[in-house]
Structures are given as C-alpha cells and as structure tokens.
C-alpha cells in the first residue's frame, strides 16, 4: 500500500478553515495592508517629483553606510569629469524605478523618518530643464554632504571622460582644436598649393586650418547655448 503525498496547499486551507478569523476579516486585514503600501509608494513619489529645498535629513548616522556618503565637492568632480547635472529630482523626466522607491520606503523605516530634498546625477538629456543611462538619486544629510539612497539605469560608456574631456575648459578644447588642426594639415598632399615644400608653408596651412576648425567650434558653440562642464553641473537651465 502506498502513502498518499501530502498536499500542502490542502493542509494550509484546512487550517485556515479551523481559524476563527473569519474571511471577511481577513480580507479586510489584507486590503488595508495593501492600501498602507500604496499610499506609502504614492507619498514617496510625489516627494520625489518635489524634490529640492530640504537642505537634510535627519538619519540615525549609525544606520548609514559609509560607502554610500558622499561630499558636494566630490560630486561636482564627477559632474564635471562626465559631464553630468546634480538637480533636484523635481526636473527628472525618467521614473524611479520600483527599487528605488523600495529602498526609501526601507530607510525611511529604519531611521525613522520621511526622506526629502532628493537630488539626482544624471546626463543633461534626462532632465526637464528650463530654457535659459544612469541616474543616481540621493538625500542630504547635511553641511554639504548626501547619502546614495539608489542607483539605476546602465553605466556610462566607458569612453565618456575622455570624450566629454575637451569640455572641462577653454584650455582643454583649444589644445584639441590645436591637435585636429596639427593632424589635418599633416594630410594635405605635398605641393598641393605650390611646387616647394617648406615648413614655411606648412605652418601658413596649419593656421588656415585652426582658423577654420576654431570657427566651427565656436559656431556650434555659441549656436546650442553650449557651455563649459564646471559652467553647468548644477544648473536648471538648457542652455546654461
């Protein structure tokens, strides 16, 4: 004779069944739980999309890790090395992901306290910003200093210090321009624009070419409202 296998599921609603609390009650224990949960994720996305002002949050600094506290200075270093903007979160247009927002609910509930004045790092392209792949929000503690409650999002290219480079400073893009115009003229043809090759010559085409390069940059420059990194980390404005 072989043992029949055991159902948990039965077991479990035979149980239930015994249970002298009855099903509307626990329906309504449910609902209410649920209800808490939501009004909880609403109250923490309306903070976030009125992010900024609160100037810190009173955490228990025992409570945080210390790997996530970071300085303004150091963030206005990698703001301006990537080219990123630190903003309030009321001008970010992408939506928090539910992780984010599970992270807030759980340090909000081990300090004791409703987070507020959210600020996000994040590419100029993923704010709404005012016409003068991976965000990171965080909450301030105080004096200066913020806690990264969550990050999202894929990294940065690999490569975007080094391209967003000539960008730190006018020094910074002129020693490019300098670069791309060297190597340009280094491509025209021997005795293009006369029968004698000199360095003479070489150097009149190489500022022919800076001249006309420099024009581009400064035209494309002055046509987007483009400024330099350290000009626009912080700032609410397009065209900063």
């Known amino acids: 004779m072989f043992l029949q296998k055991t159902n948990i599921q039965q077991k479990l609603a035979r149980e239930k069944a015994k249970n002298?609390?009855?099903?509307?009650?626990?329906?309504?224990?449910v609902f209410a739980i649920l209800k808490d949960i939501d009004v909880q994720h609403?109250?923490?996305?309306?903070?976030?999309?009125n992010g900024g002002g609160a100037l810190s949050n009173n955490f228990e600094f025992d409570l945080l890790e210390r790997s996530r506290i970071f300085h303004i200075s150091d963030i206005k270093k990698i703001c301006i090395d990537y080219r990123l903007r630190f903003l309030d979160s009321r001008y970010f247009k992408g939506e928090i992901p539910v992780e984010g927002i599970s992270k807030i609910k759980s340090l909000e509930k081990e300090h004791g306290i409703a987070l507020k004045g959210f600020k996000i790092i994040a590419p100029s392209k993923l704010f709404k910003l005012e016409d003068k792949d991976d965000p990171l929000l965080f909450a301030p503690i105080g004096n200066g200093y913020f806690y990264l409650v969550h990050q999202w999002?894929?990294?940065?290219?690999?490569l975007r210090k080094a391209m967003m480079w000539p960008f730190k400073s006018i020094v910074n893009l002129a020693v490019l321009v300098f670069a791309i115009s060297f190597l340009v003229t280094l491509m025209v043809p021997e005795g293009l624009f006369s029968k004698s090759n000199s360095s003479t010559e070489f150097w009149i085409l190489f500022f022919f070419m800076f001249k006309c390069i420099a024009s581009?940059?400064?035209?494309?420059?002055?046509?987007?409202?483009?400024?330099?990194?350290?000009?626009?980390?912080n700032s609410k404005y397009f065209n900063a």
């Open 20 to 29: 002298p609390i009855g099903e509307q009650q626990v329906l309504d224990e």
């Open 42 to 49: 609403e109250r923490i996305k309306k903070s976030i999309s």
């Open 153 to 158: 999002g894929n990294d940065l290219h690999a």
């Open 216 to 233: 581009v940059v400064i035209f494309y420059g002055f046509a987007l409202g483009k400024n330099f990194n350290p000009a626009i980390w």
